[in-house]
């Protein structure tokens, strides 16, 4: 991809690939992503080495979401199962949300395997927090508050997890243009219009599907833009660098689809070094 | 393959509608195209062409061989697309076959013309070496290795590109030789003929997603279709030739104004791959 | 030690002219059957190469983004694409064997254009031994008892085949599996080597390996110092056994080297990019 080619002027931070860990550590603690061969320690992935007291792992960036509980993600569900939804979060293997949970059953008076797809549908995209882990190592998800359930009007972003950091809050609703942004921590990102984030409980109207106005619609792909073109170069994503590629985009006056092209990206990268280090 | 929810598919179709997609083009604009020629050395031409997440490559090979004996004085060419797992694990095992045979007749429908080989966007003419005798076999083929949206524009694009890539050798054949025998053929090694392309069409598709057609589908939108129509116009506006996939009916009305605004379309994306193709090769010949 | 690497082979040297040179002479059209000079008395090969000298090596991540991982990676003329999906939830349940490992699959394909003459149908036997071949090197490799409950899917795509393509291949899943953060014991690496005019020769071309001789490939887990694939079809002396063998693994473990270099090198890209 042309894109990787650009080179950032930034300070020199340590790597290191498949190195031995030398200090003797008093009681070495294994962290992931290392192993112990013949009393040394040896890398099992590729990535950066993080070294907390006396814990030595080694950070992969490009990966599958690593769960952790209580955090939000936003997913898509790829079965309705007998007693159980069945979502797809890009991460190792496919997770669930209960029907029997307390919060499914709790504002409905039964809930029972024939309606279930009037809260969850096939293809619905959903946000959640993560529960726990079952024992064979899939994931429950919870749909807790308001703010969790069926997204709407609005559209998907996949970007690599790494590139979204934990840090609450993920919701965030942008006032001034009436838009909801949810940053998933499996890397899964809701552009969408503000309000639409259905609380499954309530009655499913479906015929309520008006028409997005274009000013909302040209704000959300811009916004969508804007996250591709920072997925692109690998830029981390919180809010504030979101919104301001997403300004930089306005001020500059760029059509939308041209965002995606190389002079924008070069825009955004001189931008953020800039930002970084300015 | 790509699962979109209702509010999601409603989402999509309003955009279309504004003329707004997803990532915020219009109707009728295609995503940014690259071009890179001579990719596989040991073929005689071949190319690559990425048009957004879509990623093919054609490779074209020449071979001697004998015209049919329906068609003496002209050779002959087939297309064969293969889509790697590479793209989508459902393309495992004989999980792309399907698609692959699909896109392989659309193309031959678009580029050969009909079973005479009149009207051929690639002359087949010009590859007869002795009349009845000998002839060249041209193989086109064609490997997806990434997929997003609108397969068939891009192994059009690449194989077009491809042939403007190929230089077929020169063939000196001997001229007195008797009917039923073979003549002696030498093939040179040092001079070669690039492939005439001025002929070659290229194919556009239009996807028509609600009451509004598209041109260059991702695999988000091609989802979403009722129908597509795939047309392929050569650079005199000639329409070589025609598909339609997709349940849906469609009114005759609604293909004529399809094919007119194909034709339109498809000046915008010829004069793009041209140019593309000829930096490629500019960029080959400086390597 | 010398350098292994050859800097002055250019990789888009078309070897069809070499090819037809060689089948000529072998014998295809009816000349006299003279032994092949694979080796000229100054030591150089056809392609201008010393015994001890690799092609030159092509490595670069990150060229399917769809996929989880993937990688391009060329030996000369022969390149090869590796995708990795996974690990993901197991796609058919009658494939599971065992629970609390794992799942590796991997699917070899070559393009019709890859080789010289084209190729025929996708199923064929080679085809079928290849990807049996390297499923198991990269299973042995890949840390499965980390990953209960999943599956790992390893695609490779041939799109230039000229000599050491199982190598490659095992080389680029190497790569793909790294960019796709899937932990793994070592970094399984692959090199092959023969024996031609009386001269063990390291990385055959396919002009090379069509000469009769004997081809052996090895794979190795450098770090760990273990060997993970052999394989050599004709017959060899113990001695030139060993003598062969040696070459190989040390072109093993120059392309370790570089395979290590090239993820350094795109880790410390993405974490820049990152930042805090």
């Known amino acids: 991809m042309v894109m990787r080619k650009l080179e950032l002027p930034l300070s020199q931070t340590q790597k290191v690939r498949f190195q031995t860990a030398i200090e003797r550590l008093q009681s070495p603690a294994e962290g992931h992503g290392t192993s112990e061969v013949d009393d040394e320690l040896l890398a099992t992935v590729c990535g950066v080495v993080v070294r907390v007291d006396k814990l030595v792992y080694v950070r992969t960036l490009r990966a599958r979401y690593k769960p952790q509980v209580g955090d939000i993600v936003v997913g898509r569900v790829i079965e309705v199962a007998q007693t159980r939804w069945r979502v797809d979060l890009n991460f190792t293997q496919d997770s669930f949300i209960n029907m029997h949970d307390d919060n499914v059953q709790k504002r409905r008076t039964s809930v029972d395997e024939l309606n279930m797809r009037n809260i969850f549908a096939e293809d619905d995209v959903v946000c959640a927090e993560v529960g726990e882990f079952h024992k064979d190592g899939s994931l429950i998800l919870r749909v807790r508050s308001q703010k969790h359930g069926k997204l709407d009007k609005g559209q998907l972003l996949k970007v690599d997890p790494y590139l979204v950091k934990r840090i609450k809050p993920q919701f965030h609703y942008i006032e001034s243009l009436g838009i909801d942004l949810i940053l998933g921590c499996n890397g899964f990102i809701w552009v969408g219009e503000h309000g639409h984030v259905r609380d499954p409980m309530t009655k499913n109207t479906r015929k309520e599907q008006s028409h997005t106005p274009l000013e909302t619609r040209q704000t959300i792909c811009r916004i969508g833009n804007a996250i591709q073109v920072l997925s692109n170069l690998g830029f981390t994503m919180t809010l504030e660098v979101i919104m301001e590629t997403f300004k930089l985009s306005n001020t500059r006056n760029i059509d939308i689809h041209d965002m995606l092209g190389s002079e924008f990206h070069v825009l955004v990268t001189e931008n953020e070094a800039e930002r970084r280090h300015g | ?287 | 030690m010398q350098r292994i690497y050859s800097q002055n082979v250019p990789p888009s040297t078309p070897s069809i002219n070499l090819r037809r040179i060689a089948a000529a002479i072998i014998g295809k059209e009816s000349c006299e059957v003279t032994t092949m000079e694979y080796v000229n008395p100054e030591g150089l090969r056809l392609d201008g190469r010393r015994f001890n000298e690799m092609r030159q090596i092509v490595a670069e991540v990150g060229v399917v983004s769809k996929a989880d991982g993937s990688a391009v990676f060329e030996m000369g003329n022969t390149k090869v694409i590796a995708a990795v999906y996974g690990p993901r939830e197991i796609q058919n349940k009658s494939h599971q064997q065992k629970n609390d490992h794992a799942l590796v699959l991997c699917e070899y394909s070559m393009a019709h254009f890859s080789t010289g003459d084209r190729r025929r149908q996708k199923n064929d036997r080679r085809s079928t031994e290849l990807s049996l071949v390297i499923r198991q090197t990269m299973e042995a490799c890949i840390l499965t008892e980390l990953l209960p409950h999943s599956q790992i899917d390893i695609f490779l795509q041939v799109l230039q085949a000229d000599g050491g393509t199982r190598s490659a291949c095992i080389n680029a899943a190497t790569l793909a599996l790294a960019d796709a953060g899937i932990p793994m014991r070592d970094l399984a690496v692959s090199c092959s080597a023969g024996y031609l005019n009386s001269t063990p020769l390291l990385d055959l071309n396919y002009v090379e390996d069509s000469a009769g001789g004997a081809d052996v490939t090895v794979g190795i887990l450098p770090k760990l110092d273990k060997v993970t694939l052999l394989q050599m079809d004709a017959k060899l002396p113990m001695e030139t056994f060993e003598t062969v063998f040696a070459l190989a693994s040390e072109g093993c473990r120059a392309i370790a080297e570089r395979i290590r270099e090239v993820l350094q090198e795109n880790t410390k890209q993405l974490e820049y990019r990152r930042a805090a």
């Open chain 2, 1 to 287: 393959m790509v699962g979109l929810s209702i509010s999601e598919q409603h989402f999509v179709k309003g955009g279309i509608a504004q003329d707004l997609r997803t990532d915020g083009r219009k109707r009728l604009t295609y995503r940014p195209i690259y071009v890179e020629t001579g990719v596989i050395p040991q073929a005689n031409g071949s190319a690559r062409v990425r048009i957004g997440g879509t990623d093919v490559i054609a490779s074209v090979k020449a071979e001697i061989g004998r015209p049919s004996s329906l068609q003496p004085d002209k050779g002959k060419v087939a297309v064969f697309i293969d889509c790697s797992p590479t793209a989508e694990p459902t393309f495992g095992g004989r999980g792309g076959e399907e698609l692959s045979s699909e896109l392989a007749l659309a193309l031959q429908r678009c580029l050969l013309g009909g079973k005479s080989g009149a009207g051929a966007g690639i002359n087949l003419s010009l590859l007869v070496i002795k009349e009845g005798k000998v002839c060249w076999d041209l193989y086109i083929d064609g490997l997806v290795i990434s997929s997003d949206g609108n397969l068939l524009d891009a192994l059009g694009a690449a194989i077009k590109a491809a042939l403007a890539n190929t230089a077929i050798p020169k063939v000196n054949v001997s001229t007195e030789v008797a009917d039923n025998e073979q003549p002696e053929i030498d093939i040179s090694d040092e001079e070669y003929q690039q492939f005439d392309t001025s002929g070659v069409p290229v194919i556009v598709t239009l996807t028509k997603v609600g009451t509004h057609y598209i041109a260059d589908a991702t695999a988000e939108e091609e989802s979403q279709m009722s129908s597509a129509v795939s047309i392929s116009v050569n650079r005199s506006g000639h329409i070589c030739g025609l598909t339609k996939r997709g349940g849906s009916g469609l009114d005759p009305s609604v293909i004529l104004d399809m094919i007119s605004v194909a034709k339109h379309v498809s000046e915008t994306l010829m004069n793009k791959l041209d140019s593309e193709i000829s930096a490629a090769e500019a960029c080959e010949d400086e390597s």
